[in-house]
């Protein structure tokens, strides 16, 4: 009997340390976290898509897509520091008066000292279809002087929530007088 007294106590100590823990995952149950299952959230079976369109980069003329919004602080000769934002059309053929699918929206930047390499980032925001109103996010390196360059898909929204995947981009029309280039895009990405 007298080593039972003292065992109570220990277990009344050690539940009381342990209660910070209980009151945490009762507050889980009141809205702040919890595991959903995925087939009543809609979501049935990833499907790999693949889209192609064109992006026109017009940084000249009257109604510029690419506008400077820093202009390179160094004499550089990649042009490293130089940031454009971008409102870039995307088209279903190669010609800017073909169909618009929708626009891409973010900047690019210079971000390498040895070569010509950009950070790109950017929303495709599509109008076309099924798609419109749904996006695609895009952050990668850019060689843009190399024949193809692999950007991943970092995510999406609408038709695209949960999207991964990779872009891979290939200079279409380059103008070296005026800097207009039109790059032609195929994007693989894998969403619901
Ligand atoms: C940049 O400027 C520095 C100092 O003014 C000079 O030494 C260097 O050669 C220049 N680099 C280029 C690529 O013009
Ligand atoms: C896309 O959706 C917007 C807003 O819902 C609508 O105003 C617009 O007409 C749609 N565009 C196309 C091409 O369907």
């Known amino acids: 009997m ?4 003292p065992i109570l106590a220990f277990q009344i100590i050690i539940f009381f340390l342990i209660s910070p823990s209980i009151i945490l995952v009762a507050g889980e149950d009141q809205g702040f976290a919890r595991t959903l299952d995925r087939k009543l959230h809609g979501l ?3 499907k790999l898509s693949h889209f192609r369109f064109y992006w ?3 940084v000249t003329g ?3 897509t690419a506008v ?5 602080p ?3 000769s990649t042009g490293f520091g130089f940031v454009s934002m971008i409102d ?4 279903l053929g190669p010609k800017l008066s073909s169909k618009l699918a929708g626009r891409a929206q973010g900047f690019y930047a210079s971000a390498s000292q040895e070569d010509v390499g950009l950070l790109m980032v950017m929303n495709f925001a599509f109008i076309e279809g099924k798609y419109n109103g749904s996006t695609i996010t895009v952050l990668g390196r850019n060689e ?3 024949t193809v360059r692999e950007m991943p898909v970092v995510g999406g929204s609408g038709l695209f929530r949960f999207a991964r995947g990779y872009v891979q981009a290939r200079t279409h029309t380059f103008d070296i007088k005026t800097g207009d280039a039109t790059v032609e895009y195929n994007v693989y990405v894998l969403h619901y």
């Open 2 to 5: 007298a080593t039972v007294l």
């Open 44 to 46: 049935k079976k990833e």
């Open 56 to 58: 026109h980069d017009i």
């Open 62 to 64: 009257r109604n510029p």
């Open 68 to 72: 400077p919004i820093v202009r390179q």
């Open 74 to 76: 160094s004499n550089s």
């Open 88 to 91: 870039d059309p995307l088209t």
């Open 144 to 146: 843009v002087f190399n």
